[in-house]
């Protein structure tokens, strides 16, 4: 029952927001759905872990067998659960933030929420291209109404660039499942589907293309920092926080298990393509001035990573992949918040116009550094979890002889991240105050408790990331076992 | 055979109807409830109530398939009759005639659709097409009405003659007309038969408007009174398709091999042609009329595959094509201007009416939670479980992504751009009927098992 509420109360309250006309009471109204939906999810982790709590399946499309099939497995768990604290999040961080028509922007708002969590349910195939579509059509309204002023161009471009993804994708459901053997959209008769070896390396592409393009991966990456620039900020907060996890998850349950063999033949392109975007997107991040566009250009880093420790398919770089999707997404909302809160107070997202801000706003820069070291994996913060496991995945890979090389170049990338990463810091945040800073900038309470929350999850994680450990270790057991990996084993 | 006499029946009442009845409002109730009429004896022909039995001789056949057919469209034209009746009324002074007219063109799709001889094919397509002639050019002082009627007229005329000429050769390759009989006789594939199918394919390819036969669509979709295009692009289109369907499946079936790559390549060039000249006009009209080109290139896939799905899909899509292109059309019937920038923030005037257009081209863009993209996926479903010709599934998916851009374009003038407000009439009753489209396209959506499911019980 647990992932059909998880799907049904933000849609249901996400209709009822269009209805309500006063800005405060859609405020409250979303802020009460997306706490119910965080308090559905964390039962779901904690108490109602039964089986028969955790997936829900009915007969949809009777004819060409599929379901109305949704479950919650480990990565499920993680996945939901980030998608239902970041909207809580997001919605108190920006409660001071101002939008025309405010009912149809946290009506979309929670419509994508609903959307998000179906993809990260959905075990059917049709289902997942279902939602998968209809999480983005909230995003493009979105982002087209509520952006800046190059808003209509670049949010097209996203559209159509995703829409070409997942129309491929599409086809690849469909030739997959007419080589099933019962003819079933089900998850397992896909794990099941002996794919013709002549055909599987195409479809394994096609596939690819709809989960390169979601992360992204170099070279389908273009329409994401202009899309991250110009999105409202609590937009690009979900883009980058949870939609881009859409495509992760995509490619491990979706083709990992179902393609396993053109999975090991491609991994070397792949990871080479994912690591070269890597390092293109670092040094492109230590030239940026805008705020908004180096976070951008730091994420296409951290998500070319979980892709390239996917293709070496071992059970540490899977478990860390899964935690680092979850801490991915809470430390880029992190940064998000103070770039939102910088822009608002001044009115710019230049580095070069800011600097001096820790003298004013110290709270601020305390929060931010934390986060922002978290994002570049210090020990001791969650990112430095789920990144040491993906590179002992990495280094660890039984199926590819350029581990030691992939390991060598992603690593380089940590330091370059340190690299822009710190430098943001310095410039914006110490050096001398300027005229536009001299003000400075006290944090709300709202937003003291949105940050403060962000870096409780980085230590708590940071510290004891059994938690998350436990939970994904049997998913990840589960997908490599489809993947016949011990075919490879040394 | 129930819809047939009726529609035939009220077509002749509808064209007296003017000499008795005096006020606009009465033609106008007349001509809805007869239609509810026809609709509620096509269903009632379903569940097997005759009123009529009248022997043709195995001319023509009345199963499942073209009864759903037929009411898919009678129940789609009803709505176009809610929505559009009005401005039908508008065009110009011979209101009950249009109406008389319309009935005609239903009568002619009953024929189309149940047809077991070429001679009934052949006199049901006529009975399609001549009544369009004279509504494209209903609008007797728009010079550019006149134009799209003869040109529609010049070649409509041309490619009956081809067909006929398709007719005669086939005739006299196996010596009878009957769709039925040929079958056995068919499959050695002479060159007399097989010219006479090409020249059938050719003129069927024109009556869908499918590349490179289309060239008379936008010019008449254009000059023709909104009202009228709306009404050709989808309830007679979807008929010209049941035709073209049904001819390929029972007359030509065993011939799959030689006709499936000629049909593969007219359904390409068709999605190319539709789509790529679609996203450079400047006028909304005329963009739906190339459109609906492409539209029907992805319902060619339907003849291309000739399996279950196919069949399947070709409903959906019908529906689905058919409802979304009236409600537009319904809606644009309203303004003044038909250009892109006419429909700048209609949004902020008119949210409701917004909402069902933007329903309705995403529809038509076919994406998930509508019909439009069920209909789709049933059509590149059955393409694909073809096993052969991987190229054209994956180039009518790409092709779907161009058509994205100009559905889109409209969504973006309506929401994302600033405008003058422009006030237009529109009636409770026009919003309800557009509601209720919107919500069948969401639920066909959902569940398309609606209407599948009259195919088999």
Redesign the interface.
């Known amino acids: 029952m647990i992932p059909v509420l998880l799907i049904v109360i933000p849609l249901v309250y996400g209709l009822g927001a269009f209805l309500i006309k006063n800005e405060r009471a859609v405020r409250s109204w979303t802020l009460l759905s997306s706490l119910i939906t965080l308090a559905v999810s964390v039962l779901g982790l904690t108490i109602l872990k039964d089986d028969s709590f955790l997936q829900y399946r009915t007969s949809w499309i009777s004819s060409i067998n599929t379901s109305f099939s949704v479950k919650l497995d480990g990565m499920g768990q993680i996945l939901c659960f980030l998608t239902a604290v970041s909207f809580p999040l997001v919605f108190i961080s920006t409660w001071n933030s101002q939008y025309r028509k405010p009912n149809n922007f946290f009506a979309l708002m929670l419509l994508m929420q609903a959307g998000l969590m179906g993809v990260f349910l959905a075990m059917d195939a049709l289902l997942f291209y279902f939602f998968w579509e209809l999480a983005l059509i909230p995003a493009y309204f979105l982002c087209s109404q509520w952006g800046g002023e190059r808003r209509i161009a670049v949010t097209f471009k996203f559209f159509i660039y995703t829409f070409t993804g997942s129309i491929l994708m599409l086809v690849a459901i469909i030739y997959i499942y007419l080589q099933t053997p019962d003819h079933s959209f089900d998850i397992s008769a896909f794990y099941n589907a002996p794919v013709n070896t002549g055909r599987e390396s195409w479809l394994f592409w096609l596939m690819f293309v709809a989960f390169a393009i979601k992360m992204p991966i170099w070279p389908l990456h273009t329409w994401q920092p202009d899309t991250y620039e110009q999105s409202p900020t609590a937009v690009t907060m979900i883009l980058s926080g949870v939609m881009v996890k859409m495509g992760v998850l995509g490619m491990i349950r979706w083709l990992m298990p179902v393609l396993h063999l053109s999975f090991y033949q491609w991994g070397d392109t792949v990871s080479t393509l994912a690591i070269t975007g890597m390092i293109y997107a670092s040094l492109i991040a230590i030239q940026q001035d805008d705020l908004k566009r180096l976070v951008a250009y730091s994420s296409i880093a951290h998500i070319g990573l979980m892709c390239a420790t996917l293709f070496a398919e071992t059970q540490s770089g899977m478990q860390g992949v899964m935690i680092q999707m979850f801490n991915h997404g809470i430390n880029i909302i992190g940064l998000w918040i103070v770039i939102e809160l910088i822009e608002r107070q001044f009115g710019t997202r230049k580095i070069s116009q800011l600097g001096g801000l820790a003298q004013r706003s110290p709270a601020m820069a305390i929060l931010l550094v934390i986060v922002a070291l978290a994002n570049i994996g210090l020990p001791l913060t969650n990112g430095f979890i789920g990144e040491f496991l993906m590179f002992n995945g990495i280094f660890a890979s039984s199926v590819t002889k350029y581990y030691i090389v992939f390991t060598a170049l992603a690593g380089l990338t940590v330091i370059l991240a340190a690299v822009y990463t710190l430098n943001m810091i310095r410039k914006v945040f110490y050096g001398d105050t300027n005229a536009l800073t001299a003000a400075g900038y006290s944090l709300r309470f709202n937003e003291k408790m949105a940050l403060a929350i962000i870096v409780v999850f980085v230590f708590v994680l940071g510290l004891y990331p059994k938690l998350f450990l436990e939970i994904t270790r049997e998913t990840s057991e589960f997908i490599l076992n489809k993947t016949e990996i011990s075919l490879f084993k040394k | 055979m129930n819809a047939l006499l009726l529609t035939a029946v009220l077509g002749v009442v509808m064209m007296f109807s003017s000499l008795l009845l005096k006020s606009k409002t009465a033609v106008r109730i007349l001509a809805v409830s007869g239609l509810v009429l026809v609709l509620v004896v096509n269903v009632l022909e379903m569940s097997g109530v005759i009123f009529f039995r009248i022997d043709t001789k195995g001319m023509m056949g009345f199963d499942r398939f073209a009864l759903l057919f037929n009411t898919i469209l009678f129940a789609c034209t009803l709505a176009y009759f809610l929505l559009s009746a009005r401005d039908i009324e508008k065009v110009g002074p011979n209101y009950s005639e249009y109406f008389a007219l319309i009935y005609f063109v239903l009568c002619g799709v009953t024929l189309v659709s149940s047809f077991r001889s070429l001679l009934v094919l052949f006199l049901g397509i006529e009975i399609l097409s001549i009544p369009l002639y004279i509504l494209t050019g209903s609008d007797k002082k728009n010079l550019k009405s006149n134009e799209a009627s003869l040109k529609y007229f010049l070649l409509g005329a041309f490619s009956t003659g081809l067909m006929l000429m398709g007719i005669a050769l086939i005739y006299g390759a196996t010596g009878t007309f009957s769709t039925g009989a040929l079958v056995s006789t068919a499959t050695s594939g002479s060159a007399l038969f097989i010219a006479g199918m090409l020249l059938l394919m050719f003129s069927m390819s024109f009556k869908v408007s499918a590349a490179p036969f289309h060239f008379w669509t936008p010019d008449v979709y254009d000059g023709a009174p909104t009202v009228f295009t709306s009404f050709m692009a989808t309830i007679v289109k979807a008929a010209a398709f049941i035709a073209f369907v049904k001819l390929f499946n029972e007359l030509f079936g065993s011939l799959q091999q030689q006709w499936q790559l000629l049909i593969a390549i007219i359904t390409a060039i068709t999605l190319f042609i539709g789509n790529i000249t679609a996203v450079f006009q400047q006028s909304v009209k005329r963009m739906l009329a190339y459109s609906s080109i492409s539209q029907a290139g992805f319902m060619m896939m339907a003849i291309y595959a000739m399996n279950t799905d196919a069949k399947?899909g070709l409903l959906l899509y019908s529906a689905a094509y058919c409802l979304a292109t009236i409600a537009i059309f319904a809606v644009l019937a309203k303004l003044k201007d038909y250009s892109f920038d006419g429909l700048n923030a209609f949004a902020r005037d008119q949210p409701l009416l917004a909402a069902v257009v933007t329903i309705c081209l995403?529809s038509l863009a076919?994406?998930?939670?509508t019909a439009g993209?069920l209909s789709k996926?049933y059509m590149?479903?059955a393409a694909?479980?073809t096993g052969k010709y991987?190229w054209l599934?994956?180039f009518a998916?790409?092709m779907?992504?161009v058509s994205?851009?100009y559905y889109?374009r409209v969504i973006?003038a309506m929401?994302?751009?600033d405008g003058e407000t422009q006030t237009i009439e529109i009636t409770p009753a026009f919003k309800l009927t557009l509601v209720a489209l919107a919500a069948v396209i969401i639920l066909l959506g959902i569940?398309?098992?609606l209407i599948?499911y009259w195919l088999y019980f």
């Open positions: 399947e995403l076919g994406i998930p939670l993209f996926f590149l479903k694909a479980a991987t599934v994956i998916v790409l779907a992504v994205v851009y889109f973006q929401y994302f751009r569940f398309p098992n599948l």
